[in-house]
Every structure is written in structure tokens, then in C-alpha cells.
């Protein structure tokens, strides 16, 4: 059973430079949440989506967005890059809505950095 | 006071020592208590739950919730150099997203 396949896995970026982050879930999973990861802040959840809806979002500003199609595949996008965007890009599926918890799964992850 | 507070180390212990890795939160909704593992370069991986309060064993690691205390610990027996990596604990309601503390890098030296 294939994982959870994020591309790209590097990026580099220049400052007010917008970017698109893939997420592709586990077979038969409708959930796809997405974590921002720093080495001064930790794993920082971005969004959630559910069946296309975006469920549940995390204190990040508006730069910050995404969408799930209708196969469970999700992007996320980040426009006007700022330095402090560098970072790893996470995102984890699981079946049921509400972040998965015990059963979510971590893709690779995209590492960001913005110059 | 984020919600999952976890000492960041690093950790650097012997091969064949127990090691002992902890977390605090604050937020009492949650029922949920997870250990990710996470390789340099890698997403996390889910090592072990447990569900409210009380220990929970697999093979060389044990999960333990004491919820009076909001303290959340896992204990990894005989460490191998391959159990060096970040270990990150988080809280979960049921029904929100993970919460994660900021992970304990550990290294284990033969």
C-alpha cells in the first residue's frame, strides 16, 4: 500500500514568490491535514480537508491556503513568500475527519526555503 | 503556555540505557497521547497511543499518561544508535488536530 507522497520534496524560493505543495493521501483516505514545521515553533497545523472542505484551520494568515479535490489529493499554497516561510511542509492523511489522531500518516514532507 | 510543552535536549545517551522522554500539556479536553518518531530528512511516524490515562507497552517502549498531573512520558529500554532521532509527543481531543510539542532529539552512541 503506497504511503503518503508529497512533492516537491526540495524547494528553493525567492522572497514575494508565491508556491504550490502537493499531497497526495493513502488509497481511501479522505483526509488530508497539512503542518508547518520550524526548528523555533515545532509542528504547527496550517488546515484540514475534508471531502473537499476545508474543516478545521490553524492560526496562520491568509497567505497561507489550500484546496482537496475530489480524489483526496490536496495542495496547499503560499503566496508572497517571506523568510520566515523556510521551512519543512507536512502533511498527513488519515480516513475520518478531525486530523486523524491515532490513525494519521506523514508523507516525507516538502522542505521550503525562501532567500 | 502552548499546550504541549517538551524539552528539546538533545539527548545523548550509551547504547544499551533506558531512556526516559517526557512531555507536559495543558489542555484538559485531550484523550488521546501519541509518540511520533521522526529520522533526519523524514515525516513522522506514529511509535505508540494511549488512551487517557495509564501505561501502554510495545516491545522496548512504554507509553505513560498520568492525566492528574498532565505529564506524558515514554521510556525506551536497551536504545540501539538506530532509536537516534526526534521524538515528538502530542495531544489529541477526538475531534481537533494534533497537538505537537516541539520533539526531544535523541542520540543514542554506541
Known amino acids: 500500500k503506497a504511503g503518503v507522497t508529497q512533492t516537491p520534496r526540495y524547494l528553493i524560493k525567492t522572497r514575494g514568490q508565491q508556491v504550490t505543495l502537493s499531497c497526495s493521501p493513502i488509497?481511501?483516505?479522505?483526509?488530508v491535514s497539512w503542518y508547518q514545521q520550524t526548528p523555533g515553533q515545532g509542528l504547527q497545523f496550517l488546515f484540514e480537508?475534508?471531502?473537499?472542505?476545508?474543516?478545521n484551520k490553524g492560526n496562520f494568515p491568509g497567505r497561507f491556503s489550500g484546496r482537496q479535490f475530489s480524489n483526496s489529493r490536496s495542495e496547499m499554497n503560499v503566496s508572497t513568500l517571506e523568510l520566515g516561510d523556510s521551512a519543512l511542509y507536512l502533511c498527513?492523511?488519515?480516513?475520518?475527519?478531525?486530523?486523524?489522531?491515532?490513525?494519521?500518516?506523514f508523507g516525507q514532507g516538502t522542505r521550503l526555503t525562501v532567500v | 503556555q502552548k499546550e504541549v510543552e517538551q524539552d528539546p535536549g538533545p539527548l545523548s545517551v550509551p547504547e544499551g540505557a533506558i531512556v526516559s522522554l517526557n512531555c507536559t500539556y495543558s489542555?484538559?479536553?485531550?484523550?488521546?497521547f501519541m509518540w511520533y518518531r521522526q529520522y533526519s530528512r523524514k515525516g513522522p511516524e506514529l511509535l505508540m497511543y494511549?488512551?487517557?490515562?495509564g501505561n501502554k507497552e510495545d516491545g522496548r517502549f512504554t507509553a505513560q499518561v498520568d492525566k492528574s498531573s498532565k505529564y506524558i512520558s515514554l521510556f525506551i529500554r536497551d536504545s540501539q544508535p538506530s532509536d537516534s532521532a526526534t521524538y515528538l509527543c502530542?495531544?489529541?481531543?477526538?475531534?481537533?488536530?494534533?497537538?505537537f510539542g516541539k520533539g526531544t532529539r535523541l542520540s543514542v552512541i554506541a
Open positions: 498527513a492523511s488519515s480516513l475520518g475527519r478531525g486530523g486523524g489522531g491515532t490513525e494519521a500518516f
Open positions: 488509497s481511501g483516505h479522505r483526509s
Open positions: 480537508y475534508f471531502s473537499e472542505t476545508q474543516r
Open positions: 489542555n484538559s479536553a485531550f484523550q488521546y
Open positions: 494511549t488512551y487517557s490515562s
Open positions: 502530542a495531544g489529541y481531543s477526538g475531534n481537533t488536530p494534533l497537538v
